[in-house]
């Protein structure tokens, strides 16, 4: 089975400017979320959807980050503008209805900010 | 709400010795237990995970934990280590409810010769 894919790799970026990333899920998973993973932390949750509805937002800096997952499968996640502390790998996993099967991560997209 | 300690940021060990990397947690109920491996520019890999039944669970590349509902704890184990293990593990809970997993703050093994 193909995995969850991410793009792009890497991006690096100047203050106050725009970004977005791409995700596009395991077929047939339901659920997807994107992930902060700061230098030297664990991966913290931004947003998450199930299909194309929004189940949980309420860590997301809704000032400067926005996602949407259109149709229920891919998904983008946007910063504007970007912020030097938001330098990060941005993670986006997915995973069938129930959290008992775990998740499935892509690679991340890591985002320098200077 | 849910929260995972990872109480030690960094392990050294030498190649063949034993391992035992820790993980508590707090949650009011019997959590759903993961731990996932992230070596260098990769993502999170699922190496074991609980939610019922035996409370020793086994896993891929050799791994196992055991799931301790006294001491609130969810240890990884292996029993010889090698240098391809050097990564930064991740201990997590998922709730009954919803889909969240949350992390702990992860603990970066080291191998040595």
């Known amino acids: 089975e193909a995995g969850v894919a991410q793009s792009p790799r890497y991006k690096i970026i100047e203050k106050r400017q725009s970004v977005a990333f791409w995700c596009n899920p395991i077929?047939?998973?339901?659920?997807l979320y994107w992930y902060q993973q700061i230098l030297g932390q664990g991966p913290k949750l931004l947003i998450q959807f199930q299909n194309n509805g929004v189940v949980d937002d309420s860590q997301l800096p809704k000032d400067r980050f926005s996602a949407e997952r259109l149709k229920g499968v891919d998904s983008t996640l946007k910063i504007q503008p970007a912020k030097l502390e938001d330098s990060a790998v941005y993670l986006c996993?997915?995973?069938?209805?129930?959290?008992?099967?775990?998740?499935?991560f892509g690679s991340g997209t890591r985002l320098t900010v200077v | 709400a849910q929260s995972v300690t990872q109480p030690d940021i960094h392990i050294t060990v030498s190649e063949g010795a034993s391992l035992e990397l820790r993980c508590n947690y707090s949650?009011?109920?019997?959590?759903?237990l993961f731990w996932y491996v992230q070596s260098p520019g990769q993502g999170l890999q699922l190496l074991l995970k609980y939610f019922s039944g035996d409370t020793l669970v086994q896993g891929i590349k050799g791994f196992e934990a055991e799931f301790k509902r006294s001491q609130s704890s969810f240890n990884l184990r292996k029993p010889s280590v090698h240098w391809s293990d050097a990564a930064e593990y991740f201990c997590?809970?998922?709730?009954?409810?919803?889909?969240?997993?949350?992390f702990g703050g992860g603990t970066r093994l080291m191998v040595k010769p």
């Open positions: 077929s047939g998973h339901a659920t």
């Open positions: 949650y009011g109920a019997t959590p759903y």
């Open positions: 996993a997915s995973s069938q209805t129930s959290v008992r099967h775990g998740y499935t």
């Open positions: 997590a809970v998922g709730a009954n409810a919803g889909n969240m997993l949350t």
